[in-house]
C-alpha cells in the first residue's frame, strides 16, 4: 500500500455548489463536522439561526444524494445553544425532513474539557455524532478494527457508544506531528481529534473505499484515510485552512512512503 489513491480530491469551494457536481450514490462514507454559525465568520454569512438550518438542509439533503445507499454518514455536532449549534436541530432536520435512518448515537466524552467560566452553564464536556444511513438493513460494523486502532477510547471491546478522547488529542498514531494542532479554520470547524474519524471510518468502510469530508477543514479525515488506505474527497471554502489541509495530507503521505 503506498498512501495514495487515484480518485482522491481535494476541492476549495461552496459545499452545496460543489457538492451538485457529483454523481449520486458516489460515497460509501461521510464523516464531517459543519461550522458554527455565530461567533466565527459564518455570522456574517447568516442573517439568523433559521437561515442557518435551511442552509444545513441543502448541504445535508446533497450529502444524502451522494451517500450510496449501503453508505453511513457521521455527524458530529456540539451542543451548544450559546455560541454555536443546537445538535438535535440538526438531527431532526436529518431524520424527520430528509429522511435519514438514525442508526446510532456517539457520545463524545471529552474528559479534559476546561471548566466552563460561568455561572450560567454545566461544563460541556460532550459531543455528538449521529450515525445516519438511508437504511440500517446489511449494517455489519468492524468493532475488531476500531478497537485495535483505539482501544484507549473504549471501555471494553465490545465498542460501545461513548468514546473517551480528550478534547485537545495530541494523537499522533497516524505519524508524528499529526495530532490536533491547527485544525480549526476561521468558520469554526472540523477541530476533532484523529481519533474520532479514524474510528468511524474503522467501523464503516474498507479499503478502497470513498470516504468525504464536505467541512475539510486541516484534514484529519484525509489524513486517516490515507493511513486507512482509502480514497477521499474534501470540500473546504477557507483558502488557509483548505491550503493546510493539503500540506498535510501531502506530508503524511511522503512520510508514509519514506518511513
Not at 435551511?54 to 444524494?65: I, L, V
Not at 435512518?101 to 471529552?110: A, E, F, G, V
Not at 479499503?207 to 474534501?234: A, N, S, W, Y
Request: hydrophobic share 35%; with cysteine.
Amino acid at each position: 500500500m503506498n498512501g495514495t489513491q487515484k480518485n482522491d480530491m481535494l476541492i476549495k469551494g461552496d459545499i452545496i455548489e460543489e457538492l451538485s457536481k457529483m454523481e449520486s450514490e458516489s460515497v460509501d462514507c461521510i464523516v464531517t463536522s459543519p461550522p458554527y454559525w455565530k461567533g466565527f465568520a459564518y455570522e456574517a454569512y447568516f442573517n439568523s439561526y433559521a437561515q442557518y438550518l435551511r442552509w444545513s438542509t441543502k448541504w445535508m439533503r446533497e450529502c444524502k444524494r451522494v451517500l450510496k445507499h449501503s453508505g453511513t454518514f457521521y455527524l458530529n455536532v456540539i451542543n451548544d445553544s450559546e455560541i454555536t449549534v443546537r445538535a438535535f436541530d440538526l438531527m431532526n432536520i436529518a431524520t424527520e425532513e430528509l429522511m435519514y435512518k438514525l442508526h446510532d448515537t456517539i457520545i463524545w466524552y471529552r474528559y479534559n474539557q476546561q471548566p466552563a467560566n460561568t455561572t450560567r452553564q454545566l461544563t460541556n464536556q460532550c459531543e455528538y455524532v449521529f450515525m445516519l444511513r438511508h437504511t440500517s438493513d446489511g449494517v455489519n460494523l468492524n468493532k475488531t478494527l476500531a478497537y485495535e486502532l483505539n482501544p484507549h477510547i473504549f471501555k471494553t471491546k465490545n465498542v460501545g457508544n461513548v468514546w473517551e478522547i480528550p478534547f485537545n488529542s495530541g494523537k499522533k498514531s497516524a505519524t508524528s506531528g499529526f495530532g490536533r494542532k491547527e485544525t480549526k479554520s476561521k468558520y469554526g470547524h472540523s477541530g476533532f481529534p484523529l481519533e474520532l474519524p479514524e474510528t468511524c471510518i474503522a467501523l464503516s468502510t474498507n479499503e478502497g473505499d470513498v470516504v468525504m469530508d464536505p467541512f475539510m477543514g486541516t484534514g484529519q479525515t484525509g489524513i486517516i484515510c490515507k493511513k486507512l488506505d482509502r480514497e477521499f474527497i474534501g470540500i473546504e471554502l477557507d483558502g488557509n485552512a483548505y491550503d493546510i489541509s493539503k500540506d498535510r495530507i501531502e506530508n503524511y503521505v511522503i512520510q508514509r512512503v519514506l518511513f
